[in-house]
Each structure stands twice: as structure tokens, then as C-alpha cells.
């Protein structure tokens, strides 16, 4: 079961929530980066690295008999933040593909570089698998 969870007196989040509460089996999922399952890279777009990035935690996921909507937070980290912020609305129609109309506590922070030179976002995740 997860339970978003929203202060009185807040404005509603957009496309996060403040916070999450879950109850089951906490599942981690080391951050995901946008190569596929032969670690190749198939494009240097940011947005189609995220996406893959999202597709990979959802294999992780559906291993462990969990799905996006047992996700509790995601963290984000790019290596551009003027990328992230032009590619909001083809980002965000990415995410739905993926996870659907589930927003998570999330976190995005920028960072120098990633450890795999081509990789442009990584992303780990939080779910409580129900048992």
C-alpha cells in the first residue's frame, strides 16, 4: 500500500509528491543509466536515456513482483540542467509511457559528470514491494 502524503495549506506538487508512505518489502534499486539490458547505448538523446533509464528500473521492478506504482521515490541525477528543464514536456510524456500517472517523492540533482561518459541521466529508485 502506498499512501501519498501532502501538508495542509501546500500547493499540489507537480509531478512528485512531498512524501510517501509505504507498507510491504522495501525494495532498492541501484541507479539505472539510459543503456540497454547489453549495456550498449542506443542514442545520446537525453530524453531517450532517460526513458531506457525508467525501462530498466521497471525490469528491476517486475524481478522482484513489484510495478511503477510501488515506487515511493526516484533520484535523479543529470549531467545538464538547461538539457532537463528544455525537455520538460517530451521528458514528462516519457515518464507516463513508463510509469504511468504515478509520481513518487523525487529528488534531481545536477552533477558533473556520470561514471559512463555517454550516460546523461541516472536514476534510482525506492519501492515497497507489497507483499
Known sequence: MVEIVQPQGWPAAKGYSNGVIGE???????GQIGWTKDQQFETDDFVEQAEQAMRNITDVLASAGAEPADIVRLTWYITDKKT??????????????????????????QVVALLEDRALVEIEATAVVRS
Request: hydrophobic residues 40%; aromatic residues 16%.
Open 24 to 30: 510491504g518489502k522495501t525494495l532498492f534499486v541501484g
Open 84 to 109: 532537463y528543464v528544455a525537455e520538460q514536456r517530451r521528458l514528462g510524456e516519457a515518464y507516463r509511457r513508463v510509469f504511468g500517472r504515478h509520481y513518487p517523492a523525487m529528488t534531481l540533482v
